[in-house]
C-alpha cells in the first residue's frame, strides 16, 4: 500500500494548476466573457467542462478583469431549488471585491440575505414571504446591480444546466431576466447532455432559441496527457516507463479516464520506480476493479436493444451492418438505441469520427466479457 497520496485528481474537477491542453477553449470562452455573450459548453460527462470553468474563474480573478459566479444546477426540480442553488452559489464565491459587495447589497434586501444565509438566523427559517419566481428574479438581478456597483464584469455559468429543462417555466424565467444584462453580464451555460442542450438553445420554439454561441470539448490531445502524467510522476520521486502507450491507448483522450487511470498506476509504483509493462497490468485490472459495480448499474439501465448497440460499438462494429444483423437488432431498434445512448451522453460522435461509447473503459469492459459479434 501506498503510504504518500497520489498527485492524480479524477474525482470532480481538476486544480486549475493541473488543467492541461484546452488553450484555445479557454482563450475563446474568456473573450466572449469579456464581450458580454451567451455561451453553451457541451461536453460529454467527466470531460472536463467544470474544471475548465474553475481554470477561466481563477485567471480571471489573477487579472482581476472579470468576476465569475458559478451557479451548479444539477438536479434542479423547481423554481424554489434554482433559487436555492444561486444563493449557494453566492455563498461560495471565493473572497473578492465582488463577493463583498454582493453579500453587502444582499443583506439589505432580508428575504434575499435569507436565501444567502447571512443575517440573523430568525431570518434563515423564515418562510420566503414572495414566490419563488420572483424571489429568483430577485436573484438573477443581484449579479447585474453588484456588477455595476463596482463596474466589473461578472461571468455567470450555470453549470448543469440540462437540468433545467425539467423545471417548468424556468427557462423563459431565466431569458426574460437576462436578455438586458449584456452589458454588465456574460453568460456560459454547460451541460452533458447535447441533445437537451440542443432543444433549449436550438428549438425555434423554446424561449433561449438562439440565445448562445455553442462550444464543444473534444478528446485530449496525448501530448498533453503525456505531460501531465510525466511531470506528476516525475515531482513524486516516479518515473513513467513502458506504460505510457497504453495509458494514451486505453483512455483515448478522455480527461477523467486517463487521470483515473494514471492514479492506478502510479499507486502501483514503487517510490524511486518506474512504472513498466507489469505496473500496467495490475493498474489496469485496479482500474476495472474499482469501475465494475458502475458499470453493472449502467448496463442495468439499458433496454436490450441499446445493450446490444453498446456491445457493436464497445467493439467498433457499425451499428447497421452485418455484425448487428447477427446479433438480431433490426434496423428500427438500432436507430432507437444510438439516441438513447446519446441522449444519455453514453455514446458520441467525436469530431469528424464515428459514433463510439463515451467511456472506453465502459467499452473495455464490455469487451472483456462479450466476445465480437
Ligand atoms: N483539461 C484537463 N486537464 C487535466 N485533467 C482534466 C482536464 N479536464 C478534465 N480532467 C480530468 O477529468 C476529471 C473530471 O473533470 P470535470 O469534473 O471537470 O468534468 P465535467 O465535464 O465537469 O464532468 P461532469 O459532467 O461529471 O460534471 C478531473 O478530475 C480531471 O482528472
Ligand atoms: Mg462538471
Known sequence: MQIETSPFVFDGPAPPDDVVGRSTEIAALTDRAMHGRFVLLYAPRRYGKTSLIHRIRRDASATNELAV?????????????????IGQSFRSMPDSRFASALRRRAGRHPE????????PASLRVRKPER????????LLRLPYAVAEDIERRCLV??????????VPNAEALIRATIQHQR???SY???GSEQSVLTTIFGSQAAPLYGQAEQFRLGRLKNDDIADLVESKFESTGRTIGTALPYLLDTARGHPQRAAFLAHHLWEETDPGGSAGDDTWTRAFEAAMRRSKHE????????EPGQRKMARLLAWGEPPYGASAGRLGLPKGTATKAIAALERRSLAWRPYEEDLELVDPLFAAWIRERDPRP
Open 131 to 138: 414566490d419563488a419566481p420572483h424571489l429568483l428574479e430577485d
Open 157 to 166: 455559468v450555470m453549470d448543469e444546466f440540462q437540468a433545467v429543462a425539467d
Open 295 to 302: 458499470f453493472i448499474a449502467v448496463e442495468a439501465g439499458l
Open 69 to 85: 459566479l458559478l451557479v451548479d444546477f444539477l438536479g434542479v426540480q423547481t423554481i424554489d431549488d434554482m433559487a436555492n442553488r
Open 188 to 190: 456560459l451555460f454547460a
Open 183 to 185: 452589458d454588465r453580464l
Open 112 to 119: 434575499l440575505s435569507a436565501q444567502l444565509g447571512v443575517g
